[in-house]
């Protein structure tokens, strides 16, 4: 596990027994492709790849889906962090737009994954709901529904009125189909088996401590100093890109999660919909298939010494405490707890491409709460990339945005 990312009783990765071991690395190999990183994030690009028929391998340092991927709440919605009116400032509406469309895009690929290759994490479409418990507020949620209907998505107004949930609402925009949850960590190993059908190759405990470029391509040397020959590399390492560039990615922050015990009396409503509301800092919620509520957020400055139990345990209780303000008539028991380093942008998307000054360096960083769909645009887009074919949304993504 990546400790110093990742601290806690990670749900998905106590729930689940080792569904399969990888090998490590035993000899020096030649690929096309090298993906660093074996979590949700280089899985979905080895099976872009792979289908693609790019020859490719994954190296991952520590366990198969137990870096950030193990606490990802997995709730996956199109819209962004903030709201279009907020995101105004740093990006154009017609970005923001777009971007909500890739966003069920990428919403509707790994639903055609798992129709494909079948249900195997979980999964489950969903309604997205964004809103806020302040009168206040509500003007800003018309507006954000408004732009999102104009656009024509599919949205719904909530308020006091119509409200079908227990909790306050005062305004709200309910996103039809614009939301999915499932397992992160069955969803990375089942697309690394469906790849591996196809000629990934995934090698675990197998860290990269070295990089070099010559003319003809990339060689990476691996902690028992192995080498792994190719033409590029994509960095799909998270929140640790140190060894490949000096570029800053992002704000750092530590955020936090607890899931509860199952529950047997949750209503329907709350099974088919995922949650986020308008605070600063905002919590996000969401079920599980066995009756457990997941509540996130309570986002603090990162944490370097993420051991710090006492800032941990207040964040902790924090979120406890508005579970229970929220579902009053639930017994709710809190079974995990855990929390990680978590990246945000001001445009609130992630990184997807090339790095500008070396054409073998690639990234597909999911940073942003919509991080594992941004990694699914990034498997689609750099996979064709990869055969010459630019896909011209790709700019929304790029790397040096925000260079000066
Ligand atoms: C509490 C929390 C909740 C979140 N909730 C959501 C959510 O609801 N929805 C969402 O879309 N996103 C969410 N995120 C963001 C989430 O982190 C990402 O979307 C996703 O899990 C990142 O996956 P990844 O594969 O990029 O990173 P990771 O799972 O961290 O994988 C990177 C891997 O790279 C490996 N690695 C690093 N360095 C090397 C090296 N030198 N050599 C080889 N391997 C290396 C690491 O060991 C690690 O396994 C959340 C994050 C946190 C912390």
């Known amino acids: 596990m990546d400790t110093q990312y990742v601290k806690g009783d990670c749900i998905f990765a106590r729930i689940n027994k080792t569904i399969k071991q990888y090998e490590y690395l035993t000899e020096d190999i030649e690929t096309e492709v090298m993906i660093i990183g074996g979590g949700v994030t280089g899985a979905i690009l080895g099976y872009y790849f792979s289908k693609n028929n790019i020859n490719c391998v994954i190296l991952e340092k520590a366990r198969i889906g137990h870096g950030s991927t193990s606490i990802t709440t997995s709730l996956l919605q199109y819209e962004l962090d903030s709201n279009a009116m907020e995101l105004k400032s740093y990006t154009s509406m017609e970005n923001i737009i777009k971007s909500y469309k890739l966003g069920i895009k990428a919403l509707d690929e790994i639903q055609e994954f798992i129709d494909k290759y079948g249900n195997r994490c979980d999964f489950k479409r969903v309604d997205s709901f964004l809103y806020t418990a302040k009168k206040l507020e509500k003007k800003g949620m018309e507006e954000e529904y408004d732009i999102r209907k104009e656009a024509g998505l599919p949205v719904e107004f909530i308020d006091e009125d119509n409200n079908p949930f227990l909790f306050d609402v005062k305004g709200g925009v309910l996103g039809k189909g614009g939301g999915a949850v499932f397992d992160p960590y069955k969803f990375t190993h089942h697309l690394i088996e469906v790849s591996c059908e196809k000629g990934l190759r995934a090698y675990e405990n197998t860290e990269v401590?070295?990089?070099?470029?010559?003319?003809?391509?990339?060689?990476?040397?691996?902690?028992?100093?192995?080498?792994?020959?190719?033409?590029?590399?994509?960095?799909?390492?998270?929140?640790?890109?140190?060894?490949?560039?000096?570029?800053?990615?992002?704000?750092?922050?530590?955020?936090?999660?607890?899931?509860?015990?199952?529950?047997?009396?949750?209503?329907?409503?709350?099974?088919?919909?995922?949650?986020?509301?308008?605070?600063?800092?905002?919590?996000?919620?969401?079920?599980?298939?066995?009756?457990?509520?997941?509540?996130g957020g309570e986002d603090i400055n990162f944490i370097p010494d993420i051991y710090n139990e006492q800032l941990c345990s207040k964040s902790y209780e924090t979120l406890e405490q508005r579970l229970k303000s929220l579902f009053p008539n639930l017994n709710i028991e809190i079974e995990y707890r855990y929390c990680g380093a978590f990246a945000s942008t001001q445009d609130n998307l992630g990184f997807i491409g090339k790095d500008p000054t070396n054409s073998k360096l690639w990234y597909c960083l999911g940073y942003g709460a919509n991080g594992i769909l941004f990694a699914m645009l990034g498997g689609m887009m750099l996979s064709k990339l990869y055969s010459g074919e630019v896909d011209k949304d790709m700019n929304l993504f790029k790397v040096d945005r925000f260079d000066h």
């Open 209 to 295: 401590i070295d990089v070099k470029y010559c003319d003809d391509g990339v060689t990476v040397e691996t902690v028992y100093g192995h080498k792994v020959k190719g033409k590029i590399v994509i960095v799909a390492t998270g929140y640790n890109t140190e060894l490949f560039t000096k570029r800053t990615f992002g704000t750092k922050t530590t955020t936090f999660n607890i899931a509860t015990s199952p529950i047997d009396n949750i209503e329907d409503i709350y099974k088919n919909v995922v949650t986020r509301d308008n605070r600063v800092p905002y919590n996000y919620f969401r079920t599980t298939r066995d009756n457990r509520l997941i509540i």
